[in-house]
């Protein structure tokens, strides 16, 4: 008799606290979260030397955050400080550090997932950003050594936010980024016969959209928003429903005009 009262309280908190994130979910979904301040907060931003990277840095130098820039190309690197500064941040700090290695950045400042999560844990306090890709969600024809590194860092992230949430660590935050292809010369000649769906997307706006979901503490943010669409067919459609969907758009030959970037002696 006890273990039905105590199985029955417990489903009922279940259902009582599912219907609370629900409603929740769908109130944020037409009144969007108000965007928490930054300002005074250290960000640190790796590949900040170009492309996606140095936007960031760009949008968290605008609303006044300390930035520490890590990059592999020192030029490039210090060219982003620069702009940061003349953007209006006071604090901001480049160093050249290759990110593939392990020593490079124990060296620089001791801080990977692995070293700064227990400071974040300790305080309770800080936010994960993982910038994965819509290849960290579907195999894309000619990217498979890409997808199984973005399909890595959702995996990654998403178990640290899990880690995180067991541990009753409300202050700790995760945000996971899965755009399209976005126009800053990595994806090269590749196209998309869908633009109106499945736009390539312009660097400025990516940069923007994602500081605001940050900002909003959205766990998940995928651009376009029809990815989000298009994993909701994935999880039920049958197999070859789902390939005829992606014959169809022509994803299987998006990368048919890549031109691969040549590395900078």
């Known amino acids: 008799m006890?273990?039905?009262?105590?199985?029955?309280?417990?489903?009922?908190?279940?259902?009582?606290?599912?219907?609370?994130?629900l409603l929740e979910a769908v109130i944020f979904a037409l009144l969007p979260k108000q965007q928490k301040?930054?300002?005074g907060e250290i960000v640190l931003i790796t590949g900040a030397g170009s492309g996606l990277g140095r936007l960031l840095a760009l949008q968290f130098a605008r609303r006044g955050s300390v930035l520490v820039l890590w990059d592999v190309n020192k030029e490039g690197n210090e060219e982003t400080c620069k702009m940061a500064q003349e953007a209006g941040v006071t604090r901001v700090h480049a160093y050249t550090c290759d990110c593939s290695q392990k020593e490079e950045v124990y060296r620089v400042a001791d801080q990977t997932y692995k070293a700064f999560l227990p400071a974040m844990i300790a305080n309770d306090h800080g936010h994960l950003v993982c910038i994965s890709s819509s290849a960290g969600l579907v195999?894309?024809?000619g990217l498979a050594d890409y997808c199984a590194s973005k399909f890595a860092a959702f995996g990654l992230a998403e178990s640290v936010f899990v880690e995180t949430f067991v541990q009753n660590q409300k202050g700790i935050k995760t945000t996971i980024v899965c755009p399209f292809f976005i126009k800053t010369g990595m994806f090269?000649?590749?196209?998309?016969?869908c633009p109106s769906l499945l736009p390539i997307l312009?660097?400025?706006?990516?940069a923007e959209k994602i500081v605001e979901a940050i900002l909003q503490e959205k766990m998940y943010f995928y651009m376009p928003k029809f990815l989000y669409f298009m994993m909701f067919l994935k999880s039920f459609l049958p197999l070859k429903t789902v390939l005829l969907i992606g014959d169809y758009l022509d994803i299987f030959h998006a990368m048919d005009g890549f031109l691969e970037r040549k590395k900078k002696l």
Not at 2 to 21: C, E, P, R
């Open 37 to 39: 301040n930054v300002a």
């Open 188 to 193: 090269e000649g590749c196209t998309t016969v």
């Open 139 to 141: 195999g894309v024809n």
């Open 202 to 206: 312009e660097p400025e706006y990516a």
């Open 2 to 21: 006890s273990f039905n009262l105590q199985s029955s309280k417990k489903l009922f908190i279940f259902l009582g606290k599912s219907l609370f994130t």
